[in-house]
């Protein structure tokens, strides 16, 4: 590897070189195929495209749930090549990850569901006590500490699991359509807080259907069509 | 403490305080694991206790067994003097004893104390009885050359009668031995094949539990658990329920010796001395109860630890 090319691998938070996924055999059963993307960091990037495009596969190569058929992935200068079964947790460790159905512990309360995220790291109890407080202030919940996640609205939900994403404080947050199941004015207040997270330095990488969020963002939107990048545009606007 | 020391701790108090937590509620399945571990760990007390229990029957008998040699009124000191130190030489004689026929008449009479007209007629004659050598024999499975020695023509000339070998003694010997070994082995292969049952059911609970809480498992591992904190709590669970067992199976036994002394009244049920059962797991009741903990805790946590692996495992395609 030259020099050069190291410093920017270095420099990129993300980089996807030419990765394919398939399940199955054949070009047909491929979820994606020779994607190239990179991502640099403080980076704010939507991912759109239909159903089945390959969004949710894109994401999960990100976090390792996923192992591409063929192709490099590099996130945070560690080559998933090179990574190691063990060290799978320490590199989730540095990824936020928010989920379209929350994934919320049903039998913990706000508080604990932000907590667990710091008790599976091994963080002491005081600094636990310290930090979760201050988190769920920036997603607007203070107050709501003791309920627990069935007495919450989806869109309280979600800002929870962002909470959880983001008290580790994770250069990357990848969010997996975040509002997909939520109505307009929640999924803007989810759309405010991921802004807000991105300004303190954290790269975002969202996908959405959401074509009014994408249109008022004005971020760079990274388009999947058949396992395919169509388009990658800087402040662009939804055009399918 | 150092911070990577403290978050180890803080992290190992976490799982075992989360292992307390799920054996509390997985209550209903800890039974089905807990009660086939019992059954395993009390066979393998049990097994223990009767081994032990034999192995004394069969040493106190031992003891009490030798072979007689009855000398004849002819025979000279010399003679009598040379045959015992031809004996002592006998790799297999423990230890020789000569009774006169004085001696042997005052053994006879003492054996025979109750039995007054039997004493009368001894008593009448002038003394019957033989001058005898007790031979005690190191192995009383390997008595043939001593057999051997005996029968040479130049032995047995000095002989008045055969030798004795304790005839009917030596059969119950051969019983006991017999049974304690078979026992032995019915033993051994109980135990492995209940541990392996115990193995298998608690394989089940656990993946029963792991099945349970999937999601909960994926949404950990999504967060970055690492696998020993996901495995953790069910390794404390099961070691919860081995120690839990152990002490049921301690408490079984001793129920079971209460009950085979009082209710029965019984000291010995076949050839199994109750007694003696009962004193040994009374002396040795703090290391039993340590073994059948060690036990416990060891297939528990060993079964566990396998259980969880194949679910643990990430992704590989």
Known sequence: MTQALYWVIIKLMILLDRVTKTYGRGEKGSA??????????????????????????????????????SGKIIVGGVDYD???????????????????????????????NVAYALEVVGVGNREIRHTVPKVLNIVNLKGKEKNMPLELSGGEQQRVAIARAIVRQPRILVADEPT???????????????????RYGTTVLLTTHNVEIVNKLKRRVVTIKDGKIASDKANAGYKI | MSGRWKTRWVTMIRVIHTGIVNFIRNASLAVA????????????LFSVITNATFNNTIAQITNKIDISVFLKDSDTNAQTKQLLGQLKKLPNVKSLQYLSKEQALHQYQQQNAGNEQLLTAINETSNPLPAT???????????????DFLNK?????????????????????????HATNVLREIGIITVVVFAVICALIIFNTIQMAIFNRR?????????????????????????????????ISVLIINAAFLASSTA??????????????????????????????????????????????RYLKFKTK
Do not use: C
């Open chain 1, 82 to 112: 090179k990574l190691k079964d063990k060290d799978i947790p320490l590199l989730r460790r540095k990824i936020g990850t928010v989920f379209q159905d929350f994934k919320l512990l049903p039998n913990k309360n706000v508080y604990e």
């Open chain 1, 180 to 198: 997909g199941n939520l109505d307009p004015k929640h999924a803007w207040d989810v759309i405010k807080v991921l802004e807000k997270i991105n």
């Open chain 1, 32 to 69: 994606l195929s020779r994607i190239s993307l990179h991502v640099e960091p403080k980076e704010f990037v939507i991912v759109v495209g239909q159903s089945g495009a390959g969004k949710t596969t894109l994401l999960r190569l990100l976090t390792r749930e996923e192992r591409p058929t």
């Open chain 2, 215 to 247: 999601d909960e498992i994926q949404i950990q591992r999504l967060l970055g658990a690492s696998t020993s904190f996901i495995r953790g709590p069910f390794v404390v669970e099961t070691i919860i329920y081995g120690i839990l067992s152990a002490i």
């Open chain 2, 33 to 44: 694991a807990m009660a086939v571990m019992v059954v395993t760990l009390t066979i393998v």
């Open chain 2, 153 to 177: 023509p130049d032995v047995a000339k000095l002989q008045s009668d055969a030798p004795s070998y304790s005839g009917d003694r030596k059969e119950a010997i051969d019983k006991i031995t």
């Open chain 2, 264 to 309: 029965l009244q019984a000291s010995s049920l076949g050839l199994l001395d109750i007694n003696y059962a009962s004193t040994y797991f009374g002396n040795h009741f703090w290391e039993l109860l340590a073994m059948q903990l060690v036990l416990g805790i060891v297939l528990g946590a060993v079964s566990s630890a396998i259980a969880t692996r």
């Open chain 2, 133 to 147: 050598i007790l031979i005690k024999p190191v192995d009383l499975n390997h008595i043939q050359d001593i057999k």
